[in-house]
């Protein structure tokens, strides 16, 4: 057991636009270094004097070493992250949150489902298992966007062709958008998708959670290898603020990747 | 066992405890105080009974009684000036150990840099006297959620650990009460470290008094009491007993969290949700409440900054913001959120109930919803329903 511990000052070594609202952060420790973050898990940012969110990692090692964190401006912690400069300094806690289950996926097809930024917390997968790639089966990644210009990671997602397939769609599209149209659940009817041999791993809105864990269960996939990452409200990420409760779980603790299989039915229940 | 008994003649006498007077509270009061105690206990005050720092057992209620119902709490004069005998009132111990507004740390720019600083300040020494065995429970489940999982609340923590519990069992539940049906009282359960049945008869005013910890012994052994004589201790006895029999609410006899789990859409959420105004009251008196919120703030020079904890209600619309909007906004959802985590997911979560049968959500509800009352509701509409199902089957 660990006592909470306050955040520990973290640099920005250097900052990219993914987006017109989103921006990765990279940080690297201004004195003693958080333990290791696994895919999947998060930390706590704080801004200083603003706040503190929770913000899964997008890169467990970015160009100066650092952790990276996307951050999508959508309240005032979140602006203030996105409004760093190289040299400016935020607290960061964590690792927090149990993370994507890869030894679960070794030897499975993998499959990854982003729904815009939702491919953040992903990406960090996409590394490991192109590190890895001889533990696993093919990789492919489903990306859907709001309009081509919500898309995130675009140079390295076209870095990736050849060694992972990719499928873009997008809900409204932009003039010259040759791509697909529509929800991200109908791009799987352009996978080969081997249901006994393939781990799902899903993260966007919850509503397209749902869907696609949905259309891959009735397609073969054991609900088990279907992971999915929830969010709620979250203050302290230790379990003992109470605000990211869905039904039994807490989810900075028993989460924020769970088993479709153990959320399935409380994914039914309406404002739970 | 008998031989035992034979060689140290102090066990018998220890677990059988001592008799005093309301001289021996007095004592009390002042071991602790000269030990070092900030003693909180019960006190008549604005119409209430509030806990307060005590400075002399002369503050305690005596003669006091309090009149409980859903929406309702007044205070009463009681003729046998017993003090301990009224049933929870408006706070809870929490307040103490978990208080409502907590600074966790500072951070100040120093040179460029970023320096942050745990809050280190040192918690008083508490005794709590009068400790309901309802609360003795509560603090025992926000002991789980505060420092039983991987991350421990080091402030709770240092405030809890070097408090003192004295609990002085129930003789008086209130029309509001349902111990009983939790398993939480009115006899004492484990944790105290000293513990009291109040007795006041034609034989006079006294309490019987048992320790439960070393600390708790060796404050007893500076106390003026007697060796507690069979009658005390019978009618000590026979007084919780009796207010056994006398809780004024039960719980519906089923298992809680299958009925909260099974019951997520029960009509009954949409006519509780008609009735509650989402003021947050319950989750306010609540003794086991533990959400919390944080403030961020800086000071004029911009370069002090201070992370401050506030208790939070699952009321409160804010409470489940996401960017979109709550996930919570029917007050439907708040309602069935904070009765299906109190006496259901609190299992799944921290391997207890997390409602000890105190009612004072039903007391200080300003519309008088009463927590058994929608649980035997949601408990009937499964009954109501098996039937119909099994013959839709047939």
Redesign the interface.
Known sequence: ?????????YRVAGTSAETADTRSIELVP?GRALPPFAPGQFAMI?A?????VPVSASALRGRHGGLVHTV?A??AVSAALCRLRP?D???LSGPYGTGWDLEAAVGHDVLIVAGGIGLAPLRPVVHAVLDRQAAYGPLAVLVGARTPADLVYRDEIASWSGRVRVEVTVDRPAPGWRGAVGVVTALLDRLDLRPDRTCALVCGPEVMMRHTARALVSRGVVPQRVQVSL???M??A??????C?L????LC?DGPVVGYDRVAHLLL???? | MSADADVNVSRPLACEGLVMGKEGVAALVDVLIRRGFTVVGPTARDGAIVLAELRSADELPYGWGVELEAGRYRLRERFDGAAFANAAGPQSWKSFLHPARVREWSADRVDGGLVITADQAAPPRYAFLGVRPCDLRAIAVQDRVLTGGAYRDSGYEGRRSGALLIVVECTEPGATCFCVSMGTGPAAGPGYDLVMTEVADEDGHRFWIRSGSREGSEILAELPARPADPETRETARAGVTAAADRMGRTMPEADLRELMAGTLDAPRWDDVAGRCLTCGNCTMVCPTCFCTTTEDVTDLTGDHAERWRLWDSCFDLAFSQLHGGPVRASSRSRYRQWMTHKLGTWYDQFGSSGCVGCGRCIVWCPVGIDITEEAAALHDWTQSRTPATESERG
């Open positions: 057991m660990t006592t909470v511990p306050p955040p520990l000052p201004a704080y200083f004097g603003v706040g503190e999508r959508v309240g040299g300094n935020v607290g969010e709620r409200t203050h302290c230790t379990g003992h603020c109470g605000h409760q039904g039994p779980l807490l603790r229940v309406r404002e739970l």
